[in-house]
């Protein structure tokens, strides 16, 4: 996933919460505490798979249910346009009933 520096901002408020700003929409985003680790793996070029591994061992959830939650958060992102894909193919999963309990639209 490529995330924009000049466009993008993303700021811990504490240890269950983090705030994105996308400089371009005004529109800033709240994560929640699992969206917050989503994020910074992302930032850290982590893939999806390690991602949903690293979760399913630090929380009580199956492998399955936090892969699932990390495309959600990734296709909700990919929608707000605070991240892209990156140029080269990787697989592509998507969740049509995807909801946004992990990112939090708010206007400026």
């Known amino acids: ?3 924009d520096p000049k466009k993008i901002i993303f700021a811990d408020l504490d240890i269950s919460e983090a705030v994105v700003l996308n400089l371009d929409t005004k529109n800033y985003y709240r994560l929640n505490e699992t969206g917050q680790v989503i994020w910074k793996r992302l930032e850290n070029n982590q893939s999806p798979p390690e991602i949903a591994d690293f979760l399913s061992e630090s929380y009580d959830i199956s492998r399955e249910a936090a892969l699932k939650d ?3 958060l990734i ?3 990919k929608a707000e346009q605070l991240i892209s894909q990156e140029a080269k193919a990787t697989p592509s999963f998507s969740i049509h009933d995807a909801h946004t309990s992990k990112l939090n639209k708010q206007p400026i």
Request: no cysteine; proline share 0%.
């Open 70 to 72: 990390v495309y959600e």
């Open 75 to 77: 296709d909700n992102l």
């Open 1 to 3: 996933m490529i995330i």
